[in-house]
């Protein structure tokens, strides 16, 4: 079974911190943009990718400034084109400013199952300075009008490390999420992307990140809160209820096929030792090709073993499952401490070992772009 991402790249307006490819929506483009990815649907379906899926990931940019028509005009075609598993998880990502009572109750009529949505902060000064185009009010009324419209599949997105932010500001925050209770959540230190307006901000020394010590403390302190009420966290960034770990973010980490359609997406094939592919992020350049019946996508990379071998265990350590040596038996005819055993070694006071898996611990996670480089 494979899963399939769509790309939607626009938004109301570009937050400062973002550098996901997307563009400030016009009426057109939405009402365009649906068409390209069903043409993009033929073409990847014409020529060799297949389905059926059981994961369906309306991402961006904001998926959210589509109506429900568009998006199950799009189901329909997906289910024509590549078939629905019966339980296939359908989620759309959603930012609070752009929902309404009438729209959510839409999404799921048309089968839209589980709902990510972008609340990021529950303070408004935070949510000022992020440049969000909502405030605490009205992304908590965009939670519960979902759980109104009938979602019991809610994911919410919380930023931290803010500039300026204190312990007790994201404490408040933890507070409120808590307390409405998502089955998900993802969490993210902010970081500071090359060429955003934020990190000019950082340049000119208008803004200050917090420092690496209040990070590795919010970062805990999230880890400590989550973990306390029941929820798992299940790879660096995710935390989940028992069984709402998402499908989708699961197989991207365990090297399952999907396919990426739109301006912008990403793709990944199991043929050898995998493939991966992107369509550019240029509009125009997306709409000429599908106009001309050209390759809308563009294969990135064509691994080898080594490779292959490399990002397995590179996927597998952001996850709390850890790298399977039976895994790595069945593909690569090795194990992680054959394959890699100085840089187990020099991991190894942030490594667990959980049956035949290997794992990385919470706060080895926190050094985990410094350790997983043994492993490269
Ligand atoms: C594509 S967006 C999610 C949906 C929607 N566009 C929204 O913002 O509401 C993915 C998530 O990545 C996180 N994110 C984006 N840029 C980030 C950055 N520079 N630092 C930390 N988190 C970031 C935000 O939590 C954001 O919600
Ligand atoms: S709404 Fe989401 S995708 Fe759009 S700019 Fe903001 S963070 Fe990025």
Redesign the pocket.
């Known amino acids: 079974m494979s899963g399939l991402y769509l790309h939607i790249p626009f ?5 400062p ?2 550098d ?1 490819f ?1 563009i400030t929506a016009t009426d057109s483009l939405v009402e365009a943009y649906p068409k390209l990815l069903i043409q993009h649907l033929a073409w990847a379906t014409e020529h060799g990718w297949s389905g059926p899926v059981d994961s369906v990931y309306f991402g ?3 998926p959210s400034l589509l109506k429900p028509e568009a998006i199950a005009c799009m189901l329909q075609a997906i289910n024509q084109r590549l078939g629905l598993a019966e339980d296939t998880e359908i989620t759309l ?1 959603a ?1 609070p400013g752009t929902v309404s009572q009438h729209s959510l109750a839409g999404y799921r009529s048309v089968g839209v199952n589980r709902l990510s949505l ?1 609340l990021q902060s529950c303070n408004d000064d935070h949510l000022t300075l992020l ?3 909502h405030n605490r009010q009205q992304g908590i009324d965009a939670f519960n009008w979902a759980r109104e419209a009938g979602f019991d599949n809610i994911s919410l997105d919380l930023m931290f490390a803010l500039p300026g932010q204190t312990t007790a500001e994201l404490e408040e925050d933890l507070r409120t999420y808590l307390e409405l209770g998502p089955e998900h959540l993802s969490c993210y230190g902010l970081t500071a992307e090359p060429a955003t307006p934020l990190q000019q901000r950082i340049i000119t020394g208008e803004l200050t990140l917090p420092d690496e010590e209040f990070y590795a403390d919010a970062f805990m302190l999230v880890h400590e809160q989550l973990t306390a009420t029941g929820y798992e966290h299940y790879e660096i960034a995710n935390y989940a209820r028992n069984g709402y770990a998402s499908r989708h973010n699961l197989g991207y980490w365990k090297r399952h096929p999907y396919l990426g359609i739109g301006a912008g997406a990403h793709s990944f094939q199991d043929i050898q030792w995998g493939r991966r592919w992107d369509v550019p992020p240029d509009l125009s350049t997306y709409r000429q090709a599908l106009h001309d019946w050209q390759e809308p996508m563009r294969c990135l990379e064509t691994f080898d073993r080594q490779g292959a071998l490399s990002e397995t265990i590179y996927l597998a350590l952001r996850t709390a499952e850890g790298v399977s040596d039976i895994n790595l038996q069945r593909q690569f005819k090795t194990t992680l401490q054959e394959a890699f055993p100085e840089a187990v070694e020099k991991a190894s006071p942030w490594l667990c070992r959980k049956g035949d898996c290997t794992a990385m611990t919470p706060a080895g996670w926190l050094l985990f772009d410094h350790l997983i480089q043994a492993f490269l």
């Not at 938004?11 to 937050?15: E, M, S, T, V």
């Open positions: 938004c109301r307006r570009k937050c911190y973002c996901f997307s961006g940019g904001t990502e930012n972008g440049g969000r185009v």
